[in-house]
């Protein structure tokens, strides 16, 4: 059919570059909007005579990123993979517990707690894989039944804080340099390790696989069982780590610690505005960190403003639908442009 | 890396069933460097299990496998992959997020102490789409951002990432526009000339005369030919596959008075994609509209049926002007629309025959119209659909009785108006006269038909005229049984001239 030809355009040609603002990813919206965020937060602080990004102000801003951050830097792991972790919350609670009872005071306990609060997280972590990839529950609904064992766990034991953290590890929560704490670097190294795992290694491209197609994933020999619960371990991994971090603070374990944060629907919250498709396979640390620090700016500049708390949580529901739709609009549209070709 | 070196597979006396029912019966295959083969035959000859035993997916009750003349038996993929053989799967197997090498080297990334060598994996990406002549493509694209046939491209590469010197193909144009198939003959081309066997499975005629050298024709998973492909007429084959003579390919066409009045009228119509269009169908009519891929047609039935709706001029349905504006007011007025992406558009895949069956007339038709008490199964007998019962989900069939049930889904809120987009694309001989059969009664029983098909053979087979589209714009209409020569000229703007 010769007369076909004419109309034939080669395989090879070059799609054309979309315009610039269309090639921004997720990851540059996330921190143009932090910064713009930075900049009106402290004009609106500033009308009131106060400075946003003085000491104080830095300084909260950090620690509420950090308890969030590491939660969220594991709950990227889950989403990415296609899946997602609601147990995390409880999870917080229980390992504040746990590090601090074992710790009891003493000095000499410091290592033993921090081990055996992270080896429980990573069982709840490998159970809540397991539920996933072997009885094939759903995630949301095998995560959901774990958070429930928890909570029902922490109900019965504890009434209230418990355990006791001794001084010197309460450096872990406290110390800073200059007006940054030095468990945020800590988060962020974390989070440094977490983005190297993610896009540099093979158990991460598997993860990226995974969550973007699990038949594609099965069909080119990904093993994916083994993927949805790493991903999962290092999920609870990080909710562990954070267990500790809080029990550093507080000076003990406490059984709510994680929920009354909301840290299983704040984490999730905050990997999604950082650009990570809620279905999974495509995102990443970098974005959930932006999202992060968005919203503990959000806060912060709140509590400067002495807002009330039901605006609060009225203006980060509006910020939240706001950057979810944006995404998808530029998915919608990179689709169309890519059918046109 | 991919050699010169021809390799030789030689399947023999192949059998497999499955539950007891046997699916291939005695099978004997070549393959031979440098050569393409293409295995033909009707839905359930065993034509994707013959291809899943070459993959080593299926392990064959009997018969043997050579490759180079020593024999082998596949445990699993991994096995078939690491003797040289490779398939590509009907649907993409790729992830749209990641880059290009990253999806070469799914599952097979090459590590450097703790990390993936990305450095190596995009050269030999890289080493591999040059080879192919498609330098076009970079390995660190993102698939999304490739066209259809570049996908398909990458798809190719991934096969030959493992070595692979035999190349199997499941229907390889099934998601291809029309003028992306002649850049895969090409690419399937060179992949002949640098030695590699190719199996090609299609149903389309004129792909395998084009491509093939030799033909393989299977029936109920046995043997019945394997011949050259210039020994072999496309009556010889229609008659192999289908064990009997289909004589004359389509039904007879429309007698002058069997025509009736002008059921559906678009005049001066257009909107952003055509324009300047004037139809007429009347009932007892099949109008087929031709045209190259992006020429309009689509856009046309989809403009008819209110998806993307006409900006300009006038639609009548029945002679009284009408202004569809979405869907549900074309069905109400009793225009259908049989989408060219049947799995997309189409069907509720997971639901049943029977949901699907009902699922325009509960959602459009409101009150007695809609509860009135339906039959079924004589809407499923009259379009011949083969399930297992009514409540089987749609996803488990075949292509053509599932499309079969998207008709039966329109038939159920008897149109007047049937606008059929690709009606038969991607399934078997049998079900396609099935199809044929239908439209050309439906004609009969006074419906107004119009056609777009990107088969010539079909569309000037089934039509009885022919309204050929250009650049979103009507170029001309032909008479009944015009050739294949005449409706190109037009479709590619050459003008009537000496075509017609």
């Known amino acids: 059919m010769s007369a076909l030809e004419e109309n034939t355009v080669p395989v090879t040609r070059k799609v054309t570059r979309p315009a610039f603002h269309r090639r921004l990813t997720p990851v540059a919206i996330v921190y143009i909007a932090l910064a713009a965020l930075l900049v009106v937060g402290s004009v609106l602080v500033g009308l009131r005579g106060e400075v946003l990004l003085d000491q104080a102000g830095i300084l909260n801003i950090f620690t509420r990123a950090t308890a969030l951050g590491l939660v969220a830097i594991g709950q990227t792991m889950a989403i990415l993979t296609g899946s997602l972790d609601l147990s995390v919350a409880y999870l917080v609670g229980l390992t504040s517990l746990i590090a601090a009872e074992t710790m009891g005071g003493r000095d000499g306990m410091i290592v033993p707690g921090v081990l055996l609060a992270l080896v429980v997280a990573a069982g709840v972590g490998l159970v809540n894989g397991l539920v996933i990839t072997v009885l094939k529950a759903n995630a949301f609904i095998a995560t959901l039944g774990v958070a429930l064992i928890l909570r029902g766990y922490l109900e019965d034991t504890y009434t209230g804080p418990a355990g006791d953290v001794p001084r010197g590890f309460q450096h872990l929560g406290y110390d800073r340099i200059g007006p940054v704490p030095v468990a945020a670097l800590l988060m962020l190294a974390v989070a440094a390790l977490s983005w190297w795992y993610l896009s540099r290694t093979r158990p991460g491209y598997h993860m990226y696989a995974v969550g973007g197609d699990i038949e594609v994933a099965r069909l080119s020999v990904v093993p994916t069982r083994r993927t949805i619960v790493t991903a999962h371990v290092l999920c609870s991994v990080a909710a562990g780590l954070t267990g500790i971090y809080l029990a550093s603070r507080l000076g003990s374990g406490a059984p709510y610690v994680g929920t009354d944060a909301g840290y299983d629907l704040e984490s999730i919250a905050a990997v999604v505005l950082g650009g990570t498709l809620l279905a999974g396979g495509r995102g990443g640390v970098v974005g959930t960190i932006g999202g992060v620090f968005i919203l503990a700016t959000l806060d912060t500049i709140f509590d400067d403003l002495e807002v009330d708390p039901f605006f609060k949580d009225v203006v980060r529901g509006v910020v939240l639908v706001t950057a979810v739709a944006l995404y998808a609009r530029r998915m919608t549209a990179n689709r169309a442009r890519g059918r046109l070709t | ?500």
């Not at chain 2, 393409?36 to 035959?41: E, I, L, Q, S």
């Not at chain 2, 009750?61 to 992959?81: C, K, L, M, N, R």
């Open chain 2, 1 to 500: 890396m991919t050699s010169g070196i021809a390799t030789n597979v030689r399947l023999t006396g192949i059998t497999k069933s499955f539950l007891g029912v046997p699916v291939l019966r005695g099978v004997d295959l070549e393959l031979r460097g440098g050569e393409v083969h293409a295995v033909m035959g009707e839905n359930g000859a065993g034509k994707s299990t013959l291809l899943k035993v070459l993959a080593g997916v299926h392990r064959p009750d009997g018969g043997t496998i050579e490759v180079d003349g020593a024999e082998v038996s596949f445990a699993g993929p991994a096995d078939a992959q690491r003797a040289g053989i490779a398939i590509i799967h009907q649907e993409f197997t790729l992830l749209p997020h990641r880059s290009v090498a990253e999806n070469v080297y799914l599952g097979r990334e090459p590590v450097r102490g703790m990390q993936v060598d990305r450095r190596r994996m995009v050269a030999d990406t890289r080493e591999l789409l040059d080879w192919l002549g498609e330098d076009g493509i970079d390995p660190t694209d993102a698939v999304s951002s490739l066209s259809v046939a570049q996908r398909q491209v990458v798809e190719i590469v991934k096969a030959l990432s493992t070595d692979a010197r035999v190349l199997g193909m499941d229907e390889p144009t099934a998601a291809l526009a029309d003028h992306e198939v002649e850049l895969l003959y090409d690419l399937v081309r060179r992949l002949r000339e640098r030695g590699i066997a190719i199996l090609y499975v299609s149903h389309r005629m004129r792909e395998v005369f084009d491509l093939s050298d030799r033909i393989t024709v299977l029936k109920d998973g046995r043997f019945v030919t394997c011949a050259p492909t210039g020994e072999l007429t496309s009556e010889d084959l229609v008659r192999h596959m289908v064990g009997r003579d289909l004589g004359e390919y389509y039904p007879d066409r429309a007698a002058p008075d069997d025509l009736g009045p002008v059921r559906l009228a678009v005049r001066g119509a257009g909107n952003d994609r055509v324009r300047d269009l004037n139809i007429e169908v009347r009932a007892g009519e099949i109008v087929g509209l031709a045209g190259l891929q992006g020429s309009g047609r689509s856009a046309v039935a989809r403009a008819v049926f209110g998806v993307e709706p006409f900006t300009r001029g006038v639609v009548e349905v029945d002679g009284v002007a009408q202004r569809v504006t979405r869907p549900r007011t074309a069905v109400r007025l009793g225009i259908a629309l049989v989408t060219e992406d049947r799995k997309g558009d189409g069907l509720a895949l997971r639901q049943s025959v029977r949901d699907n069956t009902l699922l325009v007339r509960r959602a459009a038709l409101s009150g007695a119209r809609s509860r009135a008490k339906s039959d079924v199964k004589a809407l499923l007998d009259m379009v011949t659909v083969v399930a297992r019962g009514e409540h089987q989900e749609v996803r488990f069939l075949s292509g053509g009785n599932q499309q079969k049930v998207v008709l039966a889904k329109w038939l159920a809120v008897e149109p007047k108006v049937l606008v059929v987009d690709e009606p038969t694309r991607g399934i078997d001989v049998g079900a396609k006269r099935a199809v044929h059969e239908l439209l050309r009664d439906l004609a009969k029983r006074g419906v107004a038909v119009l056609m777009i098909s990107s088969e010539l053979p079909e569309l000037i087979g089934m039509s009885d005229r022919i309204l050929v589209m250009h650049d979103g714009a009507p170029a001309g209409e032909l008479p009944a049984g015009a050739s294949e020569g005449a409706v190109m000229a037009l479709a590619t703007g050459h003008g009537v001239g000496d075509a017609a």
